[in-house]
């Protein structure tokens, strides 16, 4: 027999059918013994009910005082329509949450307190912080002094800071929260004249009675940073009116610092998905399923930085950086749990995935993923290409059918919403999508289709001379770069090099696609030394047209180096070799992508040889030694 004390689980069909007959009495008014009145509305409820899930109402009942004998209770200042949707919380546990209903529940839930409902609705409200809204979230997590929702809002407002300081909710920010951002050192922007400009623009929005602000504002400014220029212009040769004494007095009296503001510190970097930097040998040895390890690479400082890996252990996503300087992430694989019948021939275990729709932004500031809406497909490996203010997810493998293969759905970020958008034309496993001139054109074998988003229509246009795929891909003002890749043979799918030159590999080939004239046109090889497909990227890197690539085959030891394009000769030209002791093995699936970070804000990433350059004893095999983390390390001869 079972001891007296002893804790049983919960009974969930009881606590589901309690609430059902709650709700059923609150709908049919049964042994209502309070009636909430709202403007001309009334609705009769239960003490017990509305005590269990507001603080407000549990002090009212319980106080003794007449309050807590009353049958009908006025309620000023709330909304009857958002009244209504707490109760119907308070009955059934459901909370009928949506864009348009979330500002006033939330305010509506402070004033009752009740706190599953503000918890809720701060959940939301952060996940759909953008550029558009992030200032007027800072000034309601300030209102309701919710820290997450204030600290999440500030921070996108310190990413957005060049976009949104122009907007009428930051022009009507209070002066407390204005000098919080100015004084930020997060700002990010490039010029400190962008801080100034934001400052001058809230005085003058209301300058009678801000006046009493210019002081205060105006010492928010870091005068150092700003140019010999704009500092002559701006404290020099002024006419002597109130405004101009106050700002030549802070010019005398403030202490010239520089502590540059985040924005300023931004570098360039290559940003590689799934790099090998750090991946154990048993991810190819024993097929075990490893989180993706995204690494990016500052050619400036030739120096390796490593990125938060995605969440859920996610492997085979799609990538972007949007003109914005956003990184996003989308679809991919998760390994299964407990996946029964793992083991592959030889008895080495294979991990077993299962697609997914995931979608993540990146919060360079913290180092972090985000969660966004999900896509509507699951997806491994979407194309994702920003064109026209949208981000639109194409294609994928492993979706499931030709149909799926074909799907293209578009993100819309301030409405944090995906919609469907016409099919590909054809199902393919290896295209490449680029955006130029608000189209995006989707490549692979020697076709070339363009998607119109106004139309909402895919057309074909002219066709490649050579069918390739694997390919990589960039746009550059009207022109697309389609480089390297493997030749498909007939049906059967047999793939060679793409050789423009010589059989053995020796150059890499490019085409050049003009969007205005509709025309592919051939363009200079890359002259690779030792080239292996599809170890190539095209990417535009610090304005010029690049690419990086591995000039090794795959199974000897890395080299790479970026190219870069000249147009006017028709030339590549060795832009700068990335040195071993910098960049080890990448690999050779990795994908990449260019993105101003801010180094600070990343882990210093001193790159690792892989395991698999050395024999079982941890010794090398006689070859070259290295200086890794203060220690001698030899690589094998390969």
């Known amino acids: 027999m079972s001891g007296l004390g002893e804790r049983r689980p919960v009974n969930s069909d009881y606590a589901v059918s309690l609430l059902e007959q709650l709700k059923f009495f609150y709908e049919q008014k049964l042994l209502t013994d309070v009636v909430l009145l709202v403007e001309d509305a009334e609705f009769p409820c239960h003490k017990m009910v509305l005590a269990s899930c507001s603080s407000y109402f549990r002090a009212m009942f319980m106080s003794g005082l007449s309050e807590s004998k009353q049958t009908h209770v006025h309620l000023r200042n709330v909304d009857p329509a958002t009244l209504k949707i707490i109760i119907a919380y308070a009955y059934t546990g459901h909370l009928a949450i949506s864009d348009s209903t979330v500002e006033p529940l939330y305010e509506t839930a402070c004033f009752l307190q009740v706190e599953d409902v503000l918890l809720q609705c701060r959940d939301y409200l952060v996940k759909k912080i953008n550029a558009e809204n992030c ?7 300030d209102l309701f002094s919710c820290s997450e929702l204030k600290q999440s809002a500030k921070r996108m407002v310190e990413h957005k800071f060049p976009r949104v300081y122009r907007q009428e909710a930051f022009l009507q920010l209070s002066h407390e929260l204005l000098v919080d951002v100015l004084s930020s050192d997060n700002l ?3 010029k400190e004249e962008t801080v100034r400009e934001a400052a001058m623009l809230w005085l003058e929005y209301n300058m009678e009675a801000r006046s009493q602000h210019l002081s205060s504002v105006l010492s928010q400014i870091r005068i150092d940073a700003l140019s010999e220029v704009t500092q002559r212009a701006w404290f020099q040769g002024l006419p002597p009116n109130d405004k101009s004494v106050v700002v030549q007095g802070l010019y005398k009296s403030m202490p010239k610092f520089f502590k540059p503001r985040l924005g300023m510190t931004k570098e360039e970097m290559l ?32 120096k390796v930085y490593k990125l938060r890996n995605p969440p859920e252990d996610l492997q085979k996503v799609g990538a972007l950086v949007t003109p914005d300087n956003d990184v996003y992430i ?29 979608f993540f932004w990146f919060d360079a500031q913290q180092n972090a993923w985000a969660p966004r809406t999900p896509m509507l497909c699951a997806r491994t490996k979407p194309s994702l290409v920003h064109c026209d203010g949208y981000i639109y997810a194409i294609g994928g493998d492993s979706v499931g059918g030709e149909l799926n293969k074909r799907t293209v759905e578009r993100y819309d970020v301030e409405k944090d919403e995906w919609t469907m958008v016409s099919p590909l034309p054809c199902a393919w496993n290896w295209s490449t999508s680029v955006a130029a ?5 989707v490549m692979t074998h020697d076709l070339t289709y363009c998607y119109f988003p106004r139309a909402d229509a895919w057309v074909e246009m002219a066709a490649r001379k050579t069918s390739r795929c694997f390919a990589s891909a960039a746009a550059f003002g009207d022109l697309l770069f389609y480089v390297g890749g493997l030749h498909v043979v007939g049906n059967a799918g047999v793939r060679a ?3 423009s030159a010589a059989v053995d590999g020796s150059s890499v080939a490019v085409e050049v696609y003009d969007v205005n004239k509709n025309e592919w ?15 190539v990227r095209a990417v535009v890197l610090l304005n010029s047209l690049c690419v990086f690539m591995r000039e090794t085959h795959v199974n000897e030891r890395a080299k790479y180096a970026i190219y870069r394009y000249d147009a006017e000769l028709d030339r590549w030209l060795l832009r700068q070799p990335v040195s071993e002791r910098v960049l080890w093995d990448l690999g050779k699936d990795f994908r990449c992508a260019v993105g101003k970070l801010y180094p600070s804000c990343l882990e210093e990433s001193p790159w690792k040889p892989p395991t698999y350059f050395f024999s079982a004893d941890g010794g090398g095999g006689g070859g070259e030694e290295f200086e890794v983390e203060g220690e001698l390390v030899s690589l094998p001869h390969v």
């Open 521 to 535: 046109r051939p363009a200079a090889s890359i002259p690779a030394k030792r080239y292996s497909d599809p170890c």
């Open 135 to 141: 200032v007027r979230m800072l000034s309601i997590g």
């Open 188 to 190: 990010n922007v490039e």
């Open 271 to 302: 940003i590689f998905m799934e790099a090998l930097s750090e991946t154990p040998r048993e991810r190819y040895v024993l097929q075990i399923a490893v989180p993706t390890t995204i690494v990016c690479y500052s050619p400036q400082a030739e």
């Open 330 to 358: 989308a679809g991919g694989q998760v390994p299964l749990k407990n996946p029964v019948g793992n083991f592959g021939k030889g008895g080495k275990l294979h991990a077993v995935f299962r697609s997914v729709d995931s």
């Open 497 to 499: 090099p793409a050789s």
């Open 437 to 441: 001139r608000d189209c995006i054109y």
